[in-house]
């Protein structure tokens, strides 16, 4: 089944330490990929997309994400991370529908 | 950027009433998007609403139970109708920018519970 699996429901990551959130998806064509960062009692907002050309992506906070072919994968990444960066982190796929499908989110904690 | 703002920004309400949804954008979009978030949950994509046309419902939701207007290219309501206390959820709504960024942004949210 075509799906959008987040597999890290909660992570603790140390401020100043880096961070990885993971993300698979199943999709028979390589979809435009998305990440999102909600938090509390905010919108989604949009952190940074991959549609094609380079795999390595930079997006907005300090954030960046790999698109990895061979393992379906397009991971978070941030190299310190910074308190303010506590939220929900959703990874979201458009087949090509222009209809986005989500995962189930990461929450990020942050330790200090 | 587009800036959305929806109406309410939260509400409480008792089972069988309905409640309408608005969100406004402060620039005219061809495609509109309302999603719902349950209590912990993910997001999950109620419709598609395009200007002129009837809006597109995803699998598990119906026009009877969820009825969208989208009259201009700057606004759009979601109703929920007949509601249950399952129903308590975060409803959003999101627009899509460009003709070919395929980029959604969503409003803050309407964080519904019914009673």
């Known amino acids: 089944a075509q799906s959008v699996t987040q597999p890290d429901i909660h992570i603790t990551v140390s401020e100043g330490a880096s961070l990885e959130l993971r993300c698979n998806y199943s999709?028979?064509?390589?979809?435009?990929l998305f990440w999102y960062v909600q938090s509390p009692g905010q919108g989604l907002q949009l952190l940074l997309k991959?549609?094609?050309?380079?795999?390595l992506v930079q997006g907005i906070k300090g954030f960046e994400a790999e698109f990895k072919r061979s393992q379906s994968s397009f991971n978070l990444r941030k190299p310190s991370v910074h308190w303010s960066d506590a939220a929900e982190y959703f990874c979201?796929?458009?087949?090509?529908?222009?209809?986005?499908?989500f995962g189930t989110g990461t929450r990020l904690l942050v330790s200090p | 950027s587009a800036v959305i703002s929806q109406k309410p920004s939260r509400d409480i309400c008792q089972r069988g009433t309905s409640l309408t949804i608005q969100c406004q954008v402060d620039s005219q979009v061809t495609m509109m998007f309302w999603y719902r978030q349950q209590p912990g949950q993910s997001l999950t994509l109620i419709a598609t609403a395009n200007q002129g046309s009837e809006a597109t419902y995803e699998s598990g939701f119906v026009i009877d139970k969820f009825p969208i207007s989208r009259p201009n290219l700057t606004f759009s309501t979601l109703t929920v109708s007949n509601m249950s206390p399952e129903d308590s959820s975060i409803y959003l709504c999101?627009?899509?920018?460009?003709?070919?960024?395929?980029?959604?942004?969503f409003g803050p949210g309407t964080r519904l519970t019914v009673t």
């Open positions: 999709y028979g064509a390589t979809p435009y």
């Open positions: 979201a796929v458009d087949p090509g529908f222009q209809k986005l499908v």
């Open positions: 991959y549609f094609s050309g380079d795999t």
């Open positions: 999101s627009v899509e920018e460009g003709t070919e960024s395929y980029e959604q942004y």
